[in-house]
């Protein structure tokens, strides 16, 4: 019975940290014509300086590893752009008092907050097309991040953020 309390804390701290996402592209896009890559030169990441270059090198890391090259006239543009905002605590233990007798009521209830609120970070990468202008693949990648963090722990969270991101990239093809 010990070991299931321990096992039911481990799953709520890693479902609290756990990252989340989502991709979209279009069915339509032939992926293979892709081979080099460059950022929007006005690239607003909603980042402060030093993270948006940690994010810079994490993207051209992985996009090295899939035989992407960043060049000056790239086949397709990155956008990168981030926001950061507090998801509210929903768990509260309600507390009530009540009593009756001889068909009189009352009763007083509230709800106490359990935890506090987390700070989350979305990342947002969008790849346009640099002939047509046309969006073609997304990811948004949803967790916990803390600005506060050394500079060793921000650079081992973004780049786990981004390898998640790229994951999926390019998307297989279904029969």
């Known amino acids: ?23 979209d592209y279009d069915k339509t896009t032939d992926f293979t014509n892709y081979s080099t890559y460059n950022y929007y030169p006005d690239i607003n990441s909603g980042l402060n300086e030093l993270d948006g270059r940690r994010l810079i090198r994490a993207v051209d890391s992985i996009m090295t590893s899939k035989g992407l090259l ?38 007083v209830s509230m709800g106490v907050p359990i935890g506090g609120s987390q700070l989350l970070r979305q990342i947002q990468f969008d790849f346009i097309d640099s002939q ?10 949803k967790s916990g991040f803390r600005d506060n963090g050394s500079p060793n722990e921000k650079e081992k969270i ?18």
């Open 1 to 23: 019975m010990k070991s299931l309390g321990y096992l039911l804390i481990v799953l709520f701290l890693v479902s609290c940290s756990s990252v989340r996402v989502n991709y």
């Open 70 to 107: 960043l060049s000056e006239e790239p086949d397709f543009y990155i956008n990168i752009f981030s926001d950061a905002y507090v998801k509210p605590n929903n768990s509260s233990i309600g507390i009530g008092v009540g009593g009756t007798g001889r068909n009189i009521g009352g009763g």
């Open 132 to 141: 047509k202008d046309m969006l073609f693949w997304n990811a948004s990648v």
């Open 158 to 175: 973004i780049r786990q953020l981004v390898a998640k991101a790229f994951a999926k990239y390019p998307p297989k093809k279904r029969k």
